[in-house]
């Protein structure tokens, strides 16, 4: 396979013609289920070579560009899309923004995607409006998700700075919290019962439950050294517990599994 790929990179350049280059995109196109990745790679980045101003390379550079971003290369595809965005042709060009829009998404960089695929969307084909339409659409929805878990993040170390200084303050008896002596086999049973399924769901579960454990033997040392104002106690510690519960599945790409799961339970 190496000797393949030396081969491909390090032949002689045929100054392809762009229909020349059209053809071997072609058939480079219907080859690639048949062949190995790094081989369809190797030979389409010899294609931009041979044929560097053809129009089919700006084809050739937007493959390369999902081919990396599929491997999660994600410099390397923004790199193809950004050379494929120097050819002629409004198709080139709008795809070329849509690839750099799903780098940003992959990257966390909701703004720029948005502002990508906003870019992309005029003049588009009905089916490509569409898809850009919904990209817009779910740029805005990840970045408003993702500033709210920064905001679930800051609440919990708010809540828990809060409990340190009333544990630091107060008077009552510094002793181990009872409650993670209730909590903790609800936890072990939650985790026991998820062994063998989604692995992500699983890590998530046990972080919210390391977590939520963390909050809870806090709230429980300083609801005893100080025992004053107990219902802002208790609504500080559920706050707290359900922002970071919010912020794990978060990072876990789990929200939307959630919502489709309550979707299909609740009523009506």
């Known amino acids: 396979m190496t000797a393949i790929l030396l081969a491909l990179l390090l032949a002689p350049n045929l100054s392809l013609d762009d229909a020349a280059a059209a053809t071997r995109l072609d058939q480079l196109r219907r080859q690639f289920p048949m062949r190995a990745k790094a081989t369809s790679i190797a030979e389409l980045e010899r294609l931009t070579v041979d044929a560097p101003a053809a129009p089919a390379t700006g084809r050739a550079l937007l493959w390369l560009g999902d081919l990396a971003l599929q491997a999660g290369d994600h410099s390397g595809a923004n790199t193809f899309y950004s050379r494929a965005a120097a050819f002629a042709g409004d198709e080139v060009q709008r795809l070329s923004l849509r690839g ?63 409990f340190a200084v009333r544990i630091r303050r107060g008077r009552g008896p510094l002793r181990p919290p009872l409650e993670l002596v209730y909590v903790a086999p609800v936890y072990a049973l939650l985790i026991v019962g998820c062994l ?71 009523p009506g």
């Open 100 to 162: 750099r829009g799903d780098v940003a998404i992959a990257e966390e960089r909701f703004l720029d995607a948005r502002r990508l695929y906003g870019q992309a969307l005029p003049g588009a084909p009905p089916i490509l409006q569409m898809e850009l339409e919904q990209k817009y659409a779910a740029a805005l929805r990840l970045f408003r998700r993702a500033v709210a878990a920064w905001l679930a993040w800051a609440l919990v170390a708010v809540v828990l700075a809060w």
């Open 196 to 266: 063998g399924r989604d692995p992500s769901v699983l890590r998530a579960l046990i972080l919210c439950a390391l977590g939520s454990m963390i909050v809870i033997a806090a709230s429980g040392i300083a609801a005893r050294r100080a025992p004053d104002r107990p219902l802002l106690h208790a609504t500080l510690l559920a706050l707290a517990n359900l922002a970071l519960f919010y912020a794990i599945l978060y990072r876990a790409n789990l929200l939307d599994t959630l919502l489709t799961t309550i979707g299909t339970i609740a």
